[in-house]
DNA sequence: TAAGTTTGTTAGCAATACTATTATATTTAC
DNA sequence: GTAAATATAATAGTATTGCTAACAAACTTA
């Protein structure tokens, strides 16, 4: 059951990228091979050569599409939040209890991707695990003013943005809406990252998802 | 104003360094050096070479003690959990309120560290700010379940563990004190982070220090 | 069919991430 | 106080990374 019209095109900002990769073959082989090697053995230890290798092709071919492998996870993070602000739009669509949206919305930015929410041009649901233990390092560095400025950032913020408003629409009163739900998106990747390898920092709620409801009875309590 | 015995020693687990900086000179000034290169140009861009550098050694040097420059940067992050699960103890002794242990201990978790906690070997107010920005680079990594077998993360889950301790004796009941705690934990290093580089992600109230309070409010409401 | 554009091929260079060897201090042991 | 042990420095070397450049081949479009 596909919820999405699949000829949707995910619009990444123009600064990251010196070729568009899905205008082309070989780019949509560099996205796709990506996503592969980065879960095959991990996004420090991807090189452009070795991508080359996988994609069948060459390391100067994949340097005319990013200016080094920081942009190509730039790329894929802020494909993510581009289509994740689309994914959020759709589902609150003619919702109107704000409570309502609340909860759908944090169920979209807590929950693990699925297949429902696929498309064609990217498989979303690598993506997504790469965005759970990789994306802070997009912006864990030196260059995040730089970035910034170019507005890399700015769907991500957008969705921060959309849902505080929600809360706010909620409770006007309520001074941190911003940090609640920057806590949640980031706090929900670390959890589910901690729940596989660092589990003595999460806790396991047999027959629910723990991090979905963690998250949901966090947010509604505090914004009360 | 120092609130510590000043020739405390923290331990950090072995599996970390090849030879314990702590035991020499040379070994402290990588240590000290590594804390202010870090601040310079950012860990990513650190060197063996250029850290060699700046303390007047040699490269070769530097990988007796650290294998590589990962291993340095969880020497430094392990000793800041080592001894903020000592700050914690320490500023938790002899109070036995567990609402107020709570307050307290959210307070040493999500502030920034000041002057008063400084240790003659260690530059705490330096070390505090590279694990807001590069700590959760040491686990998010392809080696973290090798290296969480050999402890190396444990001081970590010891504060995670101590202060969730603090929330069940509060509440029995509730069921999330580990993913809480470790929220509020990594999500004030973001937030600090944030307000700094991507205020759109944030709250600023005028006259409070905004990540703290959130962190506060955020807690105690969820615990009810 | 010519011109333009994209990709492949090859080469090369500077920096990184180490390891090894030998020489020189410095510490400690007797 | 000297010998032995250890720590550090100096130098060199290797494989890989992170690029850039130049040209050739293929494919696209006008």
């Given at each position: 059951m596909h919820r999405l019209i699949s000829n949707i095109q995910i619009k990444v900002n123009e600064n990251i990228f010196l070729k568009d990769p899905s205008s082309s073959n070989l780019g949509q082989r560099i996205i796709s091979g990506g996503l592969d090697l980065t879960l095959e053995i991990g996004f420090e230890d991807l090189t452009f050569k070795k991508l080359a290798k996988k994609i069948d092709s060459t390391e100067a071919s994949i340097y005319r599409y990013f200016e080094n492998k920081h942009k190509l996870l730039l790329y894929l993070v802020n494909w993510y939040w581009v289509w994740t602000e689309y994914r959020l739009v759709f589902s609150l669509a003619n919702i109107t209890s704000p409570k309502e949206r609340l909860i759908k919305a944090v169920h979209i930015l807590t929950s693990p991707v699925s297949d429902e929410w696929k498309l064609p041009h990217m498989d979303t649901v690598k993506l997504n695990k790469i965005v759970l233990s990789e994306s802070?390092?997009?912006?864990?560095?030196?260059?995040?003013?730089?970035?910034?400025?170019?507005?890399?950032?700015?769907?991500?913020?957008?969705?921060?943005?959309?849902?505080?408003?929600?809360?706010?629409?909620?409770?006007?009163?309520?001074?941190?809406?911003?940090?609640?739900?920057?806590?949640?998106?980031?706090?929900?990747?670390?959890?589910?990252?901690?729940?596989?390898?660092?589990?003595?920092?999460?806790?396991?709620?047999?027959?629910?998802d723990a991090v979905v409801e963690f998250y949901k009875d966090m947010i509604l309590k505090a914004i009360v």
């Open positions: 802070s390092k997009v912006y864990l560095t030196r260059e995040v003013d730089n970035e910034n400025k170019g507005g890399v950032f700015s769907a991500y913020k957008r969705v921060v943005g959309r849902v505080s408003d929600i809360i706010t629409e909620i409770n006007p009163a309520y001074k941190y809406p911003h940090m609640l739900i920057s806590t949640a998106i980031e706090g929900a990747h670390h959890q589910r990252f901690f729940s596989e390898h660092l589990p003595r920092l999460t806790d396991n709620v047999d027959g629910e």
